[in-house]
Protein backbone atom coordinates (compact mmCIF):
# COMPACT_ATOMS: atom_id res chain seq x y z
CA UNK A 1 0.00 0.00 0.00
CA UNK A 2 2.05 2.78 1.17
CA UNK A 3 5.35 3.78 1.58
CA UNK A 4 6.48 3.49 5.17
CA UNK A 5 9.74 3.05 7.14
CA UNK A 6 9.32 -0.22 9.44
CA UNK A 7 10.60 -0.05 12.80
CA UNK A 8 13.44 -1.69 12.11
CA UNK A 9 14.43 1.24 10.01
CA UNK A 10 13.17 3.64 12.65
CA UNK A 11 17.27 4.31 12.79
CA UNK A 12 17.12 3.36 16.67
CA UNK A 13 18.10 0.12 16.85
CA UNK A 14 15.32 -1.46 17.07
CA UNK A 15 15.09 -5.52 15.85
CA UNK A 16 12.52 -8.76 15.68
CA UNK A 17 9.82 -8.23 18.01
CA UNK A 18 9.41 -4.99 19.49
CA UNK A 19 9.35 -4.76 23.31
CA UNK A 20 8.28 -1.81 25.25
CA UNK A 21 7.87 -1.75 28.57
CA UNK A 22 7.43 1.36 31.62
CA UNK A 23 5.29 2.36 33.99
CA UNK A 24 1.64 3.72 32.97
CA UNK A 25 2.30 6.55 34.13
CA UNK A 26 5.57 8.67 35.18
CA UNK A 27 4.98 9.60 38.74
CA UNK A 28 7.66 10.68 40.43
CA UNK A 29 11.76 10.90 39.70
CA UNK A 30 12.08 7.66 42.38
CA UNK A 31 9.75 5.97 40.46
CA UNK A 32 11.28 6.64 37.33
CA UNK A 33 14.19 5.52 38.41
CA UNK A 34 13.75 2.31 40.30
CA UNK A 35 11.93 0.84 37.57
CA UNK A 36 14.89 1.56 35.38
CA UNK A 37 17.05 0.02 37.89
CA UNK A 38 14.87 -3.34 38.64
CA UNK A 39 14.66 -4.08 35.14
CA UNK A 40 18.62 -3.71 35.15
CA UNK A 41 18.90 -5.91 37.98
CA UNK A 42 16.98 -8.47 36.56
CA UNK A 43 18.64 -7.83 33.33
CA UNK A 44 15.59 -7.23 31.15
CA UNK A 45 16.59 -4.20 29.01
CA UNK A 46 13.07 -3.50 26.79
CA UNK A 47 13.49 -2.43 23.35
CA UNK A 48 11.80 1.30 23.70
CA UNK A 49 10.60 2.37 28.02
CA UNK A 50 6.98 3.76 27.63
CA UNK A 51 5.68 6.39 30.40
CA UNK A 52 2.62 8.27 30.47
CA UNK A 53 2.79 11.31 30.93
CA UNK A 54 -0.27 13.01 30.00
CA UNK A 55 -3.27 10.72 30.82
CA UNK A 56 -6.94 10.64 29.62
CA UNK A 57 -8.91 9.84 32.42
CA UNK A 58 -12.95 8.67 31.41
CA UNK A 59 -14.01 10.69 34.69
CA UNK A 60 -12.02 13.56 36.45
CA UNK A 61 -10.76 13.49 39.81
CA UNK A 62 -7.85 10.69 39.34
CA UNK A 63 -4.23 11.26 38.31
CA UNK A 64 -3.95 12.93 35.36
CA UNK A 65 -0.47 12.54 34.52
CA UNK A 66 2.21 14.60 35.78
CA UNK A 67 2.89 16.87 32.66
CA UNK A 68 6.37 18.50 31.71
CA UNK A 69 7.86 17.68 34.36
CA UNK A 70 7.52 14.41 33.33
CA UNK A 71 9.98 14.48 30.65
CA UNK A 72 12.63 15.86 31.95
CA UNK A 73 13.13 12.51 34.18
CA UNK A 74 13.15 10.51 30.79
CA UNK A 75 17.18 11.52 31.19
CA UNK A 76 17.05 9.02 33.72
CA UNK A 77 15.66 6.52 31.45
CA UNK A 78 18.61 7.63 28.66
CA UNK A 79 21.30 7.46 31.99
CA UNK A 80 20.65 4.04 32.82
CA UNK A 81 18.93 1.78 29.99
CA UNK A 82 20.37 3.87 26.86
CA UNK A 83 17.18 2.99 24.90
CA UNK A 84 14.67 5.40 23.19
CA UNK A 85 11.63 6.49 24.83
CA UNK A 86 8.28 6.99 24.15
CA UNK A 87 5.43 8.38 25.00
CA UNK A 88 1.42 9.28 24.26
CA UNK A 89 0.60 12.90 22.73
CA UNK A 90 -3.27 13.80 22.91
CA UNK A 91 -2.98 17.42 21.43
CA UNK A 92 -0.85 19.83 19.59
CA UNK A 93 0.97 21.07 23.00
CA UNK A 94 1.88 17.85 23.93
CA UNK A 95 3.46 17.31 20.61
CA UNK A 96 5.43 20.60 21.22
CA UNK A 97 6.77 19.59 24.52
CA UNK A 98 7.33 16.00 23.66
CA UNK A 99 9.16 17.30 20.54
CA UNK A 100 11.58 19.68 22.84
CA UNK A 101 12.69 17.07 25.48
CA UNK A 102 13.71 14.88 22.80
CA UNK A 103 11.05 12.19 22.83
CA UNK A 104 12.48 9.23 20.51
CA UNK A 105 8.74 8.01 19.82
CA UNK A 106 5.26 8.93 20.08
CA UNK A 107 2.04 7.10 20.24
CA UNK A 108 -1.34 8.55 20.03
CA UNK A 109 -3.67 6.96 22.30
CA UNK A 110 -7.63 5.12 21.59
CA UNK A 111 -9.49 8.19 22.56
CA UNK A 112 -7.38 10.29 20.44
CA UNK A 113 -7.60 7.85 17.60
CA UNK A 114 -12.04 7.76 16.96
CA UNK A 115 -11.47 11.89 16.65
CA UNK A 116 -9.97 12.42 13.16
CA UNK A 117 -9.91 16.08 14.33
CA UNK A 118 -7.33 15.99 16.63
CA UNK A 119 -5.89 13.57 14.74
CA UNK A 120 -5.78 15.86 11.87
CA UNK A 121 -4.11 18.91 14.13
CA UNK A 122 -1.11 16.29 15.79
CA UNK A 123 -0.31 15.84 12.35
CA UNK A 124 -0.15 19.31 11.06
CA UNK A 125 1.75 19.73 14.29
CA UNK A 126 4.56 16.97 13.12
CA UNK A 127 5.02 18.22 9.86
CA UNK A 128 8.95 18.25 8.90
CA UNK A 129 9.81 16.42 11.31
CA UNK A 130 11.30 13.03 11.53
CA UNK A 131 9.72 11.38 14.12
CA UNK A 132 8.21 7.91 14.60
CA UNK A 133 4.05 7.56 15.76
CA UNK A 134 2.43 4.68 16.74
CA UNK A 135 -1.09 4.75 16.27
CA UNK A 136 -3.28 2.93 18.99
CA UNK A 137 -7.00 1.19 18.17
CA UNK A 138 -9.79 3.53 18.54
CA UNK A 139 -12.05 2.57 21.20
CA UNK A 140 -14.54 1.30 19.13
CA UNK A 141 -13.81 -1.77 16.35
CA UNK A 142 -13.62 0.62 13.53
CA UNK A 143 -10.54 -0.46 11.40
CA UNK A 144 -10.89 2.67 8.77
CA UNK A 145 -10.92 5.29 11.76
CA UNK A 146 -7.64 3.42 12.95
CA UNK A 147 -5.83 3.06 9.37
CA UNK A 148 -7.40 6.70 8.94
CA UNK A 149 -5.22 8.12 11.85
CA UNK A 150 -2.74 6.39 10.46
CA UNK A 151 -2.63 8.15 6.86
CA UNK A 152 -3.22 11.19 8.27
CA UNK A 153 0.27 11.41 9.32
CA UNK A 154 1.46 9.62 6.17
CA UNK A 155 -0.17 11.86 4.26
CA UNK A 156 1.91 15.13 6.11
CA UNK A 157 5.02 13.08 5.50
CA UNK A 158 5.47 11.22 8.97
CA UNK A 159 6.86 7.49 7.32
CA UNK A 160 7.80 6.08 10.48
CA UNK A 161 5.00 4.59 11.75
CA UNK A 162 3.27 1.31 13.70
CA UNK A 163 0.07 0.35 15.11
CA UNK A 164 -0.75 -0.24 18.63
CA UNK A 165 -3.75 -3.20 19.32
CA UNK A 166 -5.05 -2.59 22.69
CA UNK A 167 -8.54 -3.68 22.49
CA UNK A 168 -11.83 -2.28 22.17
CA UNK A 169 -14.33 -1.09 24.66
CA UNK A 170 -17.20 -3.29 24.68
CA UNK A 171 -20.44 -2.43 26.72
CA UNK A 172 -21.27 -6.09 27.26
CA UNK A 173 -18.40 -8.23 27.08
CA UNK A 174 -16.59 -7.97 30.34
CA UNK A 175 -13.90 -11.14 30.07
CA UNK A 176 -11.64 -8.40 29.42
CA UNK A 177 -10.89 -4.74 30.31
CA UNK A 178 -10.42 -4.08 26.35
CA UNK A 179 -11.96 -6.85 24.16
CA UNK A 180 -9.23 -8.23 21.80
CA UNK A 181 -11.19 -8.61 18.45
CA UNK A 182 -8.08 -10.04 16.83
CA UNK A 183 -9.59 -10.08 13.60
CA UNK A 184 -8.87 -6.09 13.64
CA UNK A 185 -5.09 -6.02 13.95
CA UNK A 186 -5.21 -8.96 10.85
CA UNK A 187 -7.37 -7.17 8.98
CA UNK A 188 -4.83 -3.93 9.13
CA UNK A 189 -2.39 -5.99 8.18
CA UNK A 190 -3.78 -7.22 5.31
CA UNK A 191 -4.71 -3.83 4.38
CA UNK A 192 -1.74 -2.26 4.79
CA UNK A 193 1.28 -4.08 3.74
CA UNK A 194 4.09 -4.19 5.98
CA UNK A 195 2.42 -2.18 8.80
CA UNK A 196 3.84 -3.36 12.35
CA UNK A 197 1.03 -3.69 15.06
CA UNK A 198 2.13 -3.84 18.22
CA UNK A 199 -0.11 -5.80 20.91
CA UNK A 200 -0.82 -4.17 24.49
CA UNK A 201 -1.81 -7.01 26.83
CA UNK A 202 -2.03 -4.90 29.70
CA UNK A 203 -5.25 -2.58 28.28
CA UNK A 204 -6.98 -6.13 27.02
CA UNK A 205 -6.65 -7.61 30.14
CA UNK A 206 -7.00 -4.87 32.62
CA UNK A 207 -5.37 -6.89 35.56
CA UNK A 208 -2.32 -9.05 35.55
CA UNK A 209 -3.20 -12.40 35.08
CA UNK A 210 -3.69 -13.29 31.33
CA UNK A 211 -0.69 -10.99 30.70
CA UNK A 212 1.21 -13.61 29.33
CA UNK A 213 -1.81 -15.59 27.73
CA UNK A 214 -2.52 -12.61 25.56
CA UNK A 215 0.61 -11.69 24.60
CA UNK A 216 1.44 -15.61 23.35
CA UNK A 217 -2.08 -15.12 21.26
CA UNK A 218 -0.61 -11.61 19.72
CA UNK A 219 2.57 -13.79 18.47
CA UNK A 220 1.06 -16.85 17.72
CA UNK A 221 -1.42 -14.08 15.24
CA UNK A 222 1.84 -13.03 13.75
CA UNK A 223 1.78 -9.09 16.03
CA UNK A 224 5.05 -7.17 15.75
CA UNK A 225 5.66 -6.52 19.62
CA UNK A 226 4.34 -5.98 22.98
CA UNK A 227 3.80 -2.87 24.75
CA UNK A 228 3.50 -3.84 28.89
CA UNK A 229 3.33 -1.72 31.51
CA UNK A 230 6.40 -2.48 33.67
CA UNK A 231 6.21 -0.34 37.73
CA UNK A 232 8.59 -1.31 40.42
CA UNK A 233 5.62 -1.47 43.32
CA UNK A 234 2.20 -1.84 40.82
CA UNK A 235 -0.36 -2.03 43.26
CA UNK A 236 0.49 1.23 44.85
CA UNK A 237 0.28 2.78 41.68
CA UNK A 238 -1.15 6.27 40.40
CA UNK A 239 -3.07 4.87 37.81
CA UNK A 240 -3.47 1.50 36.11
CA UNK A 241 -2.59 -0.40 39.78
CA UNK A 242 -3.96 -3.54 38.41
CA UNK A 243 -2.44 -4.56 34.94
CA UNK A 244 0.95 -3.02 36.18
CA UNK A 245 3.45 -6.12 36.61
CA UNK A 246 6.88 -5.49 38.52
CA UNK A 247 10.32 -6.12 35.93
CA UNK A 248 10.60 -9.55 37.55
CA UNK A 249 7.24 -10.54 36.35
CA UNK A 250 7.77 -8.95 32.94
CA UNK A 251 11.02 -11.39 32.78
CA UNK A 252 9.02 -14.20 33.72
CA UNK A 253 6.60 -13.38 31.42
CA UNK A 254 8.69 -12.63 28.12
CA UNK A 255 10.62 -15.70 29.21
CA UNK A 256 7.77 -17.89 28.69
CA UNK A 257 6.31 -16.69 25.15
CA UNK A 258 7.26 -18.79 23.04
CA UNK A 259 8.57 -16.26 19.93
CA UNK A 260 7.68 -17.33 16.55
CA UNK A 261 9.40 -16.01 13.10
CA UNK A 262 7.11 -13.88 10.79
CA UNK A 263 6.42 -16.12 7.86
CA UNK A 264 6.39 -13.51 5.05
CA UNK A 265 10.14 -12.94 5.43
CA UNK A 266 11.18 -16.49 5.46
CA UNK A 267 11.71 -19.44 2.62
CA UNK A 268 9.37 -21.73 3.24
CA UNK A 269 10.72 -25.16 4.01
CA UNK A 270 9.33 -28.33 1.65
CA UNK A 271 7.02 -29.30 3.95
CA UNK A 272 5.09 -25.74 4.26
CA UNK A 273 5.37 -25.74 0.54
CA UNK A 274 3.65 -29.18 -0.02
CA UNK A 275 1.13 -27.93 2.38
CA UNK A 276 0.46 -24.88 1.04
CA UNK A 277 0.05 -26.84 -2.62
CA UNK A 278 -2.26 -29.21 -0.83
CA UNK A 279 -4.87 -25.97 0.00
CA UNK A 280 -3.81 -23.90 -3.04
CA UNK A 281 -5.80 -27.69 -4.67
CA UNK A 282 -8.49 -27.38 -1.96
CA UNK A 283 -9.17 -23.61 -2.88
CA UNK A 284 -9.46 -24.23 -6.35
CA UNK A 285 -12.26 -27.36 -5.90
CA UNK A 286 -14.30 -24.90 -3.27
CA UNK A 287 -14.27 -21.91 -5.89
CA UNK A 288 -15.12 -24.14 -8.75
CA UNK A 289 -18.03 -25.60 -6.36
CA UNK A 290 -19.30 -22.32 -5.24
CA UNK A 291 -19.36 -21.01 -8.99
CA UNK A 292 -21.48 -24.51 -9.64
CA UNK A 293 -23.74 -23.83 -6.56
CA UNK A 294 -23.97 -20.15 -7.66
CA UNK A 295 -25.62 -21.21 -11.36
CA UNK A 296 -27.78 -23.66 -9.21
CA UNK A 297 -28.76 -20.60 -7.47
CA UNK A 298 -29.49 -18.21 -10.88
CA UNK A 299 -31.79 -21.18 -12.68
CA UNK A 300 -33.68 -21.30 -9.13
CA UNK A 301 -33.86 -17.72 -9.54
CA UNK A 302 -35.25 -17.91 -13.06
CA UNK A 303 -37.64 -20.27 -11.29
CA UNK A 304 -38.73 -17.73 -9.05
CA UNK A 305 -38.85 -14.70 -11.76
CA UNK A 306 -41.15 -17.24 -13.58
CA UNK A 307 -43.53 -17.98 -10.84
CA UNK A 308 -43.65 -14.68 -8.98
CA UNK A 309 -41.78 -15.86 -5.71
CA UNK A 310 -39.69 -14.11 -3.26
CA UNK A 311 -36.40 -14.52 -3.09
CA UNK A 312 -36.04 -15.35 0.40
CA UNK A 313 -37.52 -18.00 1.52
CA UNK A 314 -36.89 -18.81 5.42
CA UNK A 315 -37.80 -22.35 5.96
CA UNK A 316 -35.93 -23.77 3.17
CA UNK A 317 -33.20 -21.48 4.47
CA UNK A 318 -33.23 -22.41 7.97
CA UNK A 319 -33.12 -25.69 6.86
CA UNK A 320 -29.86 -25.41 4.84
CA UNK A 321 -28.38 -23.14 7.83
CA UNK A 322 -29.25 -25.45 10.67
CA UNK A 323 -28.37 -28.87 8.38
CA UNK A 324 -24.55 -27.77 7.63
CA UNK A 325 -24.23 -25.97 10.45
CA UNK A 326 -24.56 -29.87 12.93
CA UNK A 327 -22.46 -31.12 9.92
CA UNK A 328 -19.67 -28.92 10.04
CA UNK A 329 -19.83 -28.83 13.74
CA UNK A 330 -19.32 -32.48 13.66
CA UNK A 331 -16.55 -32.57 11.75
CA UNK A 332 -14.80 -30.21 13.97
CA UNK A 333 -15.60 -26.70 12.70
CA UNK A 334 -16.69 -24.32 14.17
CA UNK A 335 -20.63 -23.35 15.27
CA UNK A 336 -19.82 -19.46 14.43
CA UNK A 337 -17.15 -20.38 11.15
CA UNK A 338 -19.95 -22.12 9.86
CA UNK A 339 -23.04 -19.35 10.41
CA UNK A 340 -21.23 -16.65 9.18
CA UNK A 341 -19.78 -18.84 5.88
CA UNK A 342 -23.36 -19.56 5.61
CA UNK A 343 -24.60 -15.89 6.01
CA UNK A 344 -21.94 -15.07 3.79
CA UNK A 345 -23.35 -17.63 0.82
CA UNK A 346 -26.84 -16.76 1.47
CA UNK A 347 -26.38 -13.00 1.38
CA UNK A 348 -25.13 -13.93 -2.20
CA UNK A 349 -27.51 -15.96 -3.36
CA UNK A 350 -30.23 -13.64 -2.60
CA UNK A 351 -28.80 -10.48 -3.88
CA UNK A 352 -28.01 -12.88 -7.21
CA UNK A 353 -31.69 -13.83 -7.41
CA UNK A 354 -33.32 -10.05 -6.36
CA UNK A 355 -30.99 -8.50 -8.98
CA UNK A 356 -32.49 -11.47 -12.15
CA UNK A 357 -36.10 -10.04 -10.27
CA UNK A 358 -35.48 -6.89 -10.74
CA UNK A 359 -33.79 -6.33 -13.59
CA UNK A 360 -34.78 -10.05 -15.44
CA UNK A 361 -31.40 -9.57 -16.99
CA UNK A 362 -28.80 -12.57 -17.41
CA UNK A 363 -26.96 -11.82 -13.97
CA UNK A 364 -24.04 -10.40 -14.09
CA UNK A 365 -21.72 -12.80 -12.66
CA UNK A 366 -19.27 -9.89 -11.40
CA UNK A 367 -22.09 -7.71 -9.74
O1 LIG B 1 -33.89 -22.65 -1.97
C1 LIG B 1 -34.01 -21.55 -2.53
O2 LIG B 1 -35.10 -21.00 -2.75
C2 LIG B 1 -32.78 -20.86 -2.93
O3 LIG B 1 -32.84 -19.91 -3.69
C3 LIG B 1 -31.47 -21.28 -2.37
C4 LIG B 1 -31.10 -20.55 -1.07
C5 LIG B 1 -29.64 -21.00 -0.77
O4 LIG B 1 -28.69 -20.24 -0.99
O5 LIG B 1 -29.50 -22.14 -0.33
C6 LIG B 1 -31.16 -19.09 -1.31
C7 LIG B 1 -32.20 -18.31 -0.93
C8 LIG B 1 -33.30 -18.80 -0.07
O6 LIG B 1 -33.60 -17.92 0.98
C9 LIG B 1 -33.06 -20.15 0.42
C10 LIG B 1 -32.01 -20.94 0.02
Given at each position: ?????????????????????????????????????????????????????????????????????????????????????????????????????????????ARTTVN?????????????????????????????????????????????????????????????????????????????????????????????????????????????????????????????????????????????????????????????????????????????????????????????????????????????????????????????????????IHEESV?????????????????
Open positions: MKDHLKTSEWGLGLKGHVIIAGPCSAETPEQVEKVCLEMKEQNIIPSMFRAGIWKPRTRPGSFEGIGEDGLKWMEIVRHHLNIPITTEVGNTAHVELALKHKVDVLWIGPFAVQEIAEALKGTDIPVMVKNPMNPDLQLWIGALERLHAVGINKLAAIHRGFSDAYDKRFRNKPNWSMPIHLKREWKGMEVINDPSHIVGKRDGILEISQRAINFGLDGLMIETHHDPDNAWSDAKQQVTPAQLKDILSKIDFKTPLDSEKPSEKLHDLRSAIDHMDDQLIDLLAERFAVIDQIGAHKREHKLTVFQSDRWKEVMDSRTDKGVKKGLSEKFMKELLFSKRQEKQLRAGDPVNKNA
